[in-house]
């Protein structure tokens, strides 16, 4: 049977480290693929033109907080501060205007269950709040998407029939980087599909 459902491919952390990054742009060039990065603001600070390159390879950038801190613990100003000031180094360093938040380790940002300090600020700056769909666990150690991973993604794809689109979890780091070619060839295997636009 072959699967009618499409993935969408997220990666959190970057834009560093530069060489992962650049790897996995590549990447997807080749699979002809468009994905999101959720990005750090102070990681785009120190590498403005790496945050551009996802840009230029027609990938959407979007907010991640500036230093990554628990956002469902933050006070209001602590969360306005994180995000607003990476909507700011975004737009200066790729012209482009941020428009979903991913909170770090996902805190915050469930569907109906979002912190309410997070909800206020994200609606303040116009954003929407986004987690994901299937965790890759790529950060786990060993770190990637080896073997060891590919059984636990896999188990979540078959248990969520609910969603048409599915957005993956990865992170800007040189093992996923390695990894990724392989992991886009086992995902087509079944016949999953990959969105073409990203809104
Ligand atoms: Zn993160």
Redesign the pocket.
Known sequence: MTERRKIIFSF??GPNPAGALSTILNTLQKNLITAEFYVLGNEVERNPSAAKSIVTKGHKIQN?SWS?PDLAKASEAKVYLELEKTQKIIKKATGVTATKVRP??GAGGWPKKHDPELGKVARKLSLSIHNWDIDTEDWKAPRGIGPNKIKYIKKQLSGNKTKTVLNVLM?VQSETAKDLSEFIKILKEPGFSFAKSIS
């Open positions: 959190d952390d991640h990554h770090p380790y992170h």
